[in-house]
């Protein structure tokens, strides 16, 4: 409450709120950019995407320097790290997309989806449950292996283009840890593409094979019953519990096969553990 500088309503509802505020004033610069689109007069930002690195970058420069932000030496520290941030934005846009100007493959995205199309097409070339499990692994560690090659790539390509007197070693490095972030991004979305591929076919392959048990038990069904095309109800209660019978024995072995036994959860946790422990050695050092 502003008059008298007490709180009167949740936590929560107030970040809801402060949230909500936000949203209207995002949308409101919004309306205000593509009024100015349509009026022909320039824009500010081209893309939501533009915007938004934008706000991120002030925000980190508030967050860094506070107080400090007038000072001259903080400006200058500032400039330069805006051109070594555009510096790692040209040089992971080269790296994902190809240089620009040329129509070559080198780029992660094209190679990467040429290699997702690759196993989409062996996949439905052979649809057995062992193809699309060794077509999953293969695939996965090709495009594992994709990455770390232009993850490797790009971290030269930037020690080249920031290799300069007035940049910092502390801002190429904090710039250099943040370079390997779109890459990521780009992996994460051709494996999920992948995936969805992946689930389809598998899918398809249950289906064929649901279909085939269902027409055979039929089939012996109307052989064992000289033919007739009409069931009981008794009859129908019979071949449902035992076509249950059979789904839940099935269904209970393979849960029994994925269910991991305590030794494997401890050598899972541990290792989980030291990496964790690794990491934070790592990036804090070994006192933190």
Known sequence: ?????????????????????????????LRED?????????????????????AAVVWETLDQFSEQLLHYKTIHEIELRRELA??????????????????NVTGFHVRARK????????MHAGSTRLDLETADLELGRE?????????AELEDLFQQRSALPRYSAT?????????????????????????????????????????VHFVGVLNK???????RSCLSEAESRDLFEAEWRLYEASFLARLRGLTKGQQTIVHE??????????KLNHEAGQFA
């Not at 946790?269 to 690794?278: M, P």
Request: with cysteine.
């Open 269 to 278: 946790v541990t290792l989980a553990f030291n990496h964790a422990v690794g």
């Open 221 to 227: 069904h109307l052989s064992s019953s000289a033919h």
């Open 171 to 211: 801002a190429r490095e904090q710039a250099r840890l943040q370079i390997r972030t779109p890459i990521e991004w780009a992996f994460e979305n051709h494996l999920y593409t992948w995936k969805l591929h992946l689930k389809k076919a598998s899918d398809e392959r249950e289906m064929n094979q649901l279909w």
């Open 115 to 122: 290699m997702v199309d690759r196993f989409v097409g062996r």
């Open 1 to 29: 409450e502003l008059r008298q500088g007490q709180e009167v309503c949740w936590t929560s509802e107030l970040f809801a709120r402060e949230v909500l505020e936000l949203r209207r004033e995002v949308f409101r610069w």
């Open 86 to 103: 555009e510096v790692a934005k040209g040089s992971v846009h080269e790296v994902l997309h190809g240089p620009r100007g040329e129509s």
């Open 143 to 151: 495009l594992a292996c994709l990455r770390d090659e232009c993850v």
């Open 34 to 54: 593509a009024a100015r689109r349509h009026g022909g007069q320039p824009v500010e930002f081209d893309s939501l995407a533009h915007w938004f690195d934008y």
